[in-house]
């Protein structure tokens, strides 16, 4: 049994949760859910035991000064709780920490005395993995669930991946073992420009989330830094032609894709977030091993943009022929 103490009794609360690591490309989720704790200003209430499930020559604690005393900080996951006003409250219970190094069934069944401790009435779990995607596009958010009703009801699709996995798709699992109505949103960043930070994947991670529990969140300076995030890979792209010809070709391929949708649903949802925003303000380091990827494998880890080197600067690779074994999938 968790006992919880000195947390109030929550309203309609959700459990957001992102894990640094193998799930999280660009640190775009787990970066999200920073954001959150820092604009709600989250109150930790809980943190994991370190010992249980992090291998310390994995994920290396930390030492610090603080007033002259030397002091650790051990790799862990932690929860706190943000109070969201407005017409219509909700609270949130947020998870952040590193993807654990081993007991991932203990470590999920704990998070899960966690939620049902606290009322959580259904688990949204971001990731992020690198993908066949274009930086100069809309960033690609596919939202999965086990659940076939809830994905009728909130348009989401039905979990069909097949392949490894990290603790998003064990925690997912879980949760729908438990009777938990559970959720994961991931954000495709592109695989050439996969160095922290991508702010536009986080900005895009945010909005779906929005969407999906209907509450406003303040973004801040975060569609600034995207904006910024994309001039930026746009001058250093255009420094050099073999990249560009790249991107060009990503961009060709994705409007082909997207061409038959044409996108009334998509731009319905956006003019409705816009008119949200306009009616009012606001309320209240990856791990090793790589990243998750389109095709569920493991990408480089922390691969940069064209990455200087002694010969010059580093090829993404090209684009795979027409014909070729290049589907996306996304990870549930």
Sequence with gaps: ????????????????????????????ASTAVAHLDREWKGEVFAALDAEDYYDFQVNRPTVFIEDGVRKVTWPTTRLSVVRVGGEKPRDLVLVRGIEPSMRWRSFCNELLGFAHELGVEMVVVLGALLGDTPH???????????DADLARRMDLEETKYEGPTGIVGILQEACTHAGVPAVSLWAAVPHYVSQPPNPKATL???????????????????????????????????????VAEYVQSLEEARDTAELPEASGEAIAREFERYLRRR??????PAGPGGHATADGGEGPAGTPFLRDNPSGRSR?????????EDEESSED
């Design 1 to 28: 049994m968790i006992e919880l103490e000195g947390v109030p009794e929550l309203v309609d609360p959700v459990m957001v949760a992102a894990f640094e690591g193998w799930n999280d490309a660009g640190d775009a």
């Design 204 to 242: 895009a991670l945010l909005n779906r989330l929005e969407d999906l529990i209907g509450v406003r969140v303040p973004l801040g300076e975060l569609p600034e830094d995207a904006r910024a995030w994309q001039v930026g890979v746009d001058q250093l792209a255009a420094e050099d032609t073999e």
């Design 136 to 146: 100069t596009r809309p960033v690609p958010i596919s939202g999965t669930t086990s």
């Design 279 to 284: 009616d009012g303000a606001g309320t209240g």
């Design 316 to 324: 993404p690779p090209k684009p795979p022929k027409a014909g070729g």
